[in-house]
């Protein structure tokens, strides 16, 4: 079975700090790891997977994140976050069985 | 993000109702999907559809019964829902059912049931 982790509900940076939204998961095989962005009022946005290769991938609006193998874990990090990122972050996994399954979600807020 | 339209975007009912949620997708993919978004919980998989086959029913009760006309529009019955049944239903779609294919959603449709 598969599952996904996002161990903290709220994020909070200062704009211009880096940011980091976590994710840990479970699969039996090899991993497909997305995320997700989530404005109010809106639908699930993609911003980025890791099917296979380079271990670090780069999405948009400035995003990247790092798969670890040893750590089972792929978060989301930013080198300067704008206010304009505050919103609701899902991780999301998938193998090569089971359909897509999502964190419960990071709510990430950045402060002027 | 006019790829994926779901209507009505707010809809409230009562428990004797029925109604039906509409997605439309503009994107020429083949798999769509009807997720249920409550507050705190990750999303709910209810239902998966690849050229028009349902493939995916997640234990679903069966006051949701889907349907997809073909491979661009999906829509969702609903029939004496209970108030719990109350989240934000979300439409999405994919390229294909494949492990590497993300998912484009929709605005979603905001339900209250009374």
């Known amino acids: 079975a598969q599952s996904v982790a996002q161990p903290e509900d709220q994020v909070n940076v200062a704009e211009g700090n880096p940011l980091t939204v976590k994710c840990t998961y479970s699969?039996?095989?090899?991993?497909?790891l997305f995320w997700y962005v989530q404005y109010p009022n809106r639908g699930l946005q993609f911003l980025l997977k890791?099917?296979?290769?380079?271990?670090l991938v780069k999405g948009s609006y400035g995003f990247e994140a790092e798969f670890n193998k040893s750590q089972t874990s792929f978060h989301l990090k930013k080198p300067s976050a704008l206010v304009s990122d505050s919103a609701l972050y899902f991780c999301?996994?998938?193998?090569?069985?089971?359909?897509?399954?999502f964190g419960a979600g990071t709510r990430l807020t950045v402060k002027p | 993000e006019t790829g994926v339209t779901q209507t009505p975007r707010h809809l409230v009912m009562g428990m004797t109702n029925k109604k039906s949620l509409k997605c439309e997708q503009h994107?020429?993919?083949?798999?769509m999907y009807w997720y249920k978004q409550s507050a705190k919980k990750p999303l709910e998989l209810m239902f998966v559809?690849?050229?028009?086959?349902?493939?995916e029913n997640n234990s679903v009760p069966s006051r949701f019964s889907p349907e997809c006309p073909n491979s661009s529009h999906l829509f969702l019955h609903l029939h004496t829902l209970q108030p719990e049944d109350s989240a934000l239903y979300l439409c999405?779609?994919?390229?294909?059912?494949?492990?590497?294919?993300?998912?484009?959603f929709g605005p979603g449709t905001r339900l209250t049931v009374l």
């Open positions: 559809y690849s050229l028009e086959e349902r493939v």
């Open positions: 994107l020429g993919h083949n798999a």
């Open positions: 999405a779609s994919s390229q294909a059912r494949g492990q590497s294919n993300e998912q484009f």
């Open positions: 999301a996994v998938r193998d090569m069985v089971n359909d897509m399954r």
């Open positions: 699969v039996s095989g090899n991993p497909y």
């Open positions: 890791y099917i296979t290769g380079d271990n």
